[in-house]
C-alpha cells in the first residue's frame, strides 16, 4: 500500500522487511537490517533456530478470580532447551521496564532477549484483553514505536510476533517519540488506524546504547508499577511455556497481523496546529524567528523540519537531527552538561533567537535563550509555571523534592500560585498532580527537575515537544500582539527566580556486603541513616527541618538547604545542597557529615571531599 498523506504505508511482515523511515535507513544498514528469512538467535556462542512461533494456545487460568492469559504449547510439546533463565521481575525499573539489549559491554549480561521481548509483549496483550474485557469478535490493537537505539528494530519485531501470537492486529510506527504512542491511543482517525487500543514504546531514555527498554500505554495514560509487575509475572509464564512449535506458529502469525503507519506525521501536524491556534490562527506564527533544535541523535529530529519549519521558523544550525543509537555526538539528556553546553554553543554560533534539545524519546526537554542563558531544571519549571499561571492563576504546580527554595518564593510570592514539593520520579509527580485534582484542588502543571513535565490540558502527559510548544505559544502570541525582542519575552517571565550560589548533588553509596547491615536491606540501612539524621537536626538550633516534606529529610540553614534521600531503586542516599555560598554550603555538609559518619556501610567520600575544599 503506497504512502499518502503520512497515512498507512504499507501492510506487510515486520520480519520480513527492514524498517523503511528515511531517518532510520542508514542506522539499519549499518546494524545490518537482516531480513528474518529464518530468524536466528545467538544464545551462548551458538545459533539455535528461532523456529516459528503461533499459536501460543491462550488459556484462561483462574488465579484470585482473575483471568489471566498466557501463553502454552500444547501439553505433548518439548520446552526449548536453549532459552537462558531469566528474572523477569529484575527487569522492572519503576514504571518502566529497562535492560540489556545488546551483548559486548564488560559485567552487563543479556537479559533483553528476543525471546524475552517477545514474552513480555504478549503479556502486555493478555494484559490489555483482561483490562479491556473485549468480547472475542473484536480485534484489538497495539502500536509499536521505537527510538534510535541499535537493538529498537529486532525488539520491535519480537514485540510484534507476542503481540500477534495473541490475536492482536500490530501497528508498527518506526521511529517515533514516547509521547506520540500515548497520544496514538487518544486520536480518532481511522486513515492512521487509530485510536489504538493499547501502545507500546521501545526506549531506554538517555541510557548508554545497550540498553533498552518499554513503556505502555492505554487511553487512562502510561501504566503504573503494579501494572508492570503484573506483566512481568505474566511474562515469565509464557516465556518458561515457549516451545519450538509455539515459536514457529508465532512466526507465522505475525506476517499477517503487522501494518506499518507513518504516525508521527499527525503527531506532528498536531503541534503545528496548536502553535497556530495559540496566535489567532497565522499560517506561519513564527515567521523570522531563528530556532535551533539538538535531537542528539535520538528521536526528536522531526521537531525542526516537521513542527517549526512549517511554523515560519528559520532552523539552519540544527544539529544531531539524524537518528544514530550510538550516540556519538552527546548524551541525550537535557540534565546532561554536554549536552547543555552542545546546544547553548549552537545558538551563540548561529545568533539563533532559542535553543531547544530533547533527550533520546522527546518525553523531556529543556530550552536556551539568544543570550545561552540555560531553560532546565528549576528554571524551566519557573519558566512553565510562569506561563501556566498567567493561564489559571492561583494553580497549584507540583514538583519532584529537589526543586529550590528561590523556586518556591518565585511560584508563590511572585506569581501568586502554590509549590507542591512531592517526591522524585516522574510519575510519582504526575500522578500527583492527577490526585490533587481528584480532591478538589487544582493542579494545572506537573513537572521534575529532569525535564519531564505534564499539563492538565495534555492527557497528564509528560511530553517534552508539548512542553515547547507551550514556549512556541508564548513567542507566537508575543509576536502577534506586537510584542518583539525574540525570546527575551521567555527571559523576562524567570528576571525574579532567585538561584543559588552553589547547588550540588552527591551520592552516598550503601554497601550491601557491610557488616553493618547485619543482613538487612539497603532499604531499611537507608531509612536509619535518615532517622538518626532528623534526630540530630531536631538538636542543632541553626538548622530547621521542613515542616512539610514527603521524600527523605530536608533541612533549611546558612541561607540555604538540603535533602538527603533514598534513592528509588539503587543503595544510594542522594544528597542535594543548595545555598548562597560555598562557605555556606560547606557549613550544610559538615551537618551531615556529623549525623552519618557513624554508619560504616554508608560511602560517604564524596561528602567528605566536597567539605574539605
Known sequence: MAVMMGKIVQNLPSAHSCQQNRQFCTLYQREGCVQYKHN????QGRKLPWTRISTMHLRNVSNNKQRLVYCNASLSATAVPSLEKVDFLKLQNGSDIRGVAVDGVAGEP?????PVTQAIAAAFAGWLLDKKKAD??????????????ISAQKLQDAASRGIASVGFDVVQYGLASTPAMFNSTLTKNEDFLCPVDGAIMITASHLPYNRNGFKFFTNEGGLGKPDIK????????IYNGFTPESLEEAERKVSSSITKVDYMAIYASNLVTAVRKASGNIEKPLEGFHIVVDAGNGAGGFFAGNVLEPLGAITTGSQFLEPDGLFPNHIPNPEDKAAMKAITQAVLDNKADLGIIFDTDVDRSAAVDSTGREFNR???????????????PGTTIVTDSVTSDGLTVFIEKKLGGKHHRFKRGYKNVIDE???LNSVGEESHLAIETSGHGALKENHWLDDGAY??????????????????GGSKVLTDLVEELQEPGVAVELRLKIDQNHADLK???FQDYGNAVLKHLTNKIESDPKLEKAPVNHEGVRVSGYGGWFLLRLSLHDPVLPLNIEAPSNEDAIKLGLAVVAAVNEFSGLDISALTKFVQK
Open 519 to 521: 543482613g538487612g536491606s
Open 433 to 435: 498532580g492527577i490526585r
Open 136 to 149: 472475542s469478535s473484536k480485534h484489538l490493537k497495539i502500536s509499536i514505536g521505537h527510538d534510535s537505539r
Open 467 to 484: 512542553l515547547m510548544v507551550k514556549l512556541l505559544n508564548k513567542l507566537a502570541s508575543a509576536r502577534a500582539s506586537g510584542q518583539t
Open 378 to 392: 528549576n528554571r524551566l519549571i519557573a519558566l512553565m509555571s510562569a506561563i501556566v499561571l498567567e493561564e489559571h
Open 40 to 43: 536466528l538467535l545467538l544464545f
Open 230 to 237: 503484573d506483566i512481568l509475572d505474566r511474562a515469565a509464564n
Open 110 to 114: 543479556l537479559n533483553l532477549t528476543e
